[in-house]
């Protein structure tokens, strides 16, 4: 996940393999809309439901009425959605110390599903949690907190002191960072802050979901089967745009079929909603005779195979740049679903984002954009490398996209002189298992969401290194990538724009420039989503930060 605002939902009718397909939805009318269950099915399930650990879309879209952080991002839909307002604090905080300083005021009356009370110690347990469980953003959203640095050196006796303090008789919390942070409310506003009781485990909570706040609860949840969440018993609304009710009595989320089964399940009213992307062939289909039940929606977000640097081969910068230019990304949008489903890229920063100056170095003709593999120079590369057969593994998910991409890189690699191979493993552990340097894994197949709008959202997190930890399944920077002098340049640009966004943005595509040029990754596409639900589903509303809002939608 995962500053340009978002694109909003196409008005107009989007042509896949001539045919077309239309977004809408209808006006809620609370009292005749509620209850029913409804059905949700994916390929596989992705892995731990720990919301301070998972960091995946397809678990995020959930979290969002489940948990509660000290502030939200509005429910609504297109640009409001990016709205930041209050949910478990009462108001936006106080702001003093020349924003080093917030205090927040929390609300009384909130319960968690097992009917125990949110108190201020919650907050604080739930903010040093964070570092003790190892969260994948702790060294890079929450790092600016005062203790911080002491949290991340050694996880198990983090207390924050004197960072994250709670007064019970004025029912405030109140964060001292090191300095201002101008993402300080985007950063509190994610999943990976959510509040949590005290007695939440301290590691991760795995399959085991932890209560929440909000408005459903996980009854149960086996990854391999299916997971199941219901209404919790003790919510009672306290703000529409933080945690507004929803619809659904149940919602049923079944794991283990493969993408055709998800749209044929969808098509035939067995299910409601299919998470992975259609298969390309059944596109056309989805254009016209289920038109009015598919959603096209434009993302900030990308395709990529991020590309180990510590291991051989890619620790040569040399057979990293080979394979950018190698890569034939018209193929790969091809694979996706052509031209309306997704664009070739080759820089980090998505297209009409905060940051983004085209730029394409890889490429037959290098300047501004992508326009063909240039096979003969990448060839030279791997000759100049030294690293010609040497066997490579590319990991990838077990879905038809995923593997696609994988069998394709592994051919590109092979054309190159390597001896390679894809390897497709389950999606419910290949994201963790791919974060994991024990796992020795070479090059994936991965994808990238905005967590939320800002270029640090894609250059800090995954490329910067406090991202990086060895030996741990919460190491989001994949590629294992620390370039000191542009890590600096990142903490430059964040420091920018608490006054500047301007200038910030300017830095930030001078960072674009510079981790492109050292090829961590090798960048695909950039992608629309598309939604297909049954006939049954009222209001649809797309969310930009949480995607479809689930529980927003009725079944009966």
């Known amino acids: 996940m995962k500053k340009a605002r978002w694109l909003g939902i ?97 609300r009384k009356g909130i319960k968690f599903s097992d009917g125990t009370d949110l108190t201020v110690k919650d907050v604080v347990a739930s903010y040093q949690r964070i570092f003790k469980v190892s969260s994948p953003t702790a060294g890079s959203f929450y790092n600016g907190i005062v203790g911080a640095d002491a949290c991340l050196k050694t996880p198990d006796t983090c207390t924050l002191e004197g960072g994250v303090v709670a007064d019970e008789a004025a029912n405030t919390v109140t964060f001292h960072l090191t300095g201002p942070d101008s993402e300080f409310f985007d950063k509190i506003a994610v999943p990976h802050a959510s509040i949590l009781p005290a007695s939440a485990p301290t590691k991760d909570a795995g399959d085991v979901p932890i209560p929440g706040t909000g408005a459903y609860m996980a009854k149960s949840y086996d990854p391999n089967k299916q997971l199941v969440i219901v209404r919790n018993p003790h919510f009672k609304e306290w703000s529409k745009d933080a945690q507004p009710d929803g619809y659904p009595d149940v919602i049923n989320y079944d794991f283990g079929l493969t993408d055709e089964a998800e749209y044929t399940a969808v098509q035939n009213g067995q299910a409601d909603w299919a998470y992975d992307q259609p298969p390309t062939d059944r596109l056309a289909e989805l254009g016209t005779k289920y038109k009015d039940q598919t959603h096209v929606t434009p993302l900030t977000a990308m395709w990529y195979a991020p590309l180990n640097v510590n291991i051989p081969p890619f620790n040569n910068e040399k057979a990293r740049q080979a394979l950018a230019y190698a890569v034939d990304r018209n193929a790969m949008v091809k694979l996706f679903g052509g031209k309306v489903l997704a664009q070739p890229v080759c820089q980090v920063l998505p297209p009409n984002f905060p940051g983004h100056v085209d730029y394409c170095p890889f490429t037959k003709n290098p300047g501004a954009k992508w326009s063909k593999p240039d096979l003969v120079k990448a060839k030279q590369l791997v000759k100049d490398s030294g690293t010609a057969g040497q066997e490579v593994t590319v990991i990838t998910q077990d879905t038809a996209i995923d593997k696609s991409v994988g069998v394709y890189l592994a051919s590109v690699l092979s054309d190159l002189g390597y001896k390679a191979t894809a390897k497709a493993i389950s999606a419910n552990i290949q994201f963790t298992y791919i974060q994991n340097t024990n796992n020795k894994v070479q090059i994936s197949v991965s994808q990238w969401y905005q967590d939320y709008p800002e270029a640090s959202d894609f250059l800090n997190v995954l490329f910067g290194c406090g991202s990086f930890h060895e030996g741990s399944d919460s190491s989001i920077n994949i590629s294992g990538f620390c370039d000191k002098d542009i890590d600096a340049k990142m903490q430059q640009a964040m420091a920018a724009a608490i006054t500047d966004k301007k200038k910030a943005n300017e830095i930030w595509a001078e960072v674009d420039k510079a981790v492109t040029d050292k090829v961590p990754a090798v960048f695909l596409f950039t992608p629309k989503h598309v939604d297909f639900v049954s006939k049954r589903v009222g209001n649809f509303i797309f969310n930009p930060q949480y995607y479809w809002m689930i529980n927003q939608s009725w079944v009966q």
């Open 10 to 106: 196409s008005a107009a009718a989007l042509t896949i393999a001539a045919t077309a397909l239309f977004a809408g939805s209808a006006q809620a009318d609370d009292a005749a809309h509620r209850g029913g269950t409804m059905r949700l099915v994916a390929v596989a399930a992705a892995g731990t439901f720990d919301p301070q650990i998972n960091y995946t879309l397809q678990y995020w879209q959930l979290y969002r009425g489940l948990y509660d952080g000290l502030l939200a991002f509005k429910k609504g839909k297109g640009a409001e959605g990016f709205t930041i307002v209050p949910d478990l604090a009462e108001d936006m905080p106080q702001i003093a110390d020349d924003g080093k300083t917030y205090i927040f005021k929390i």
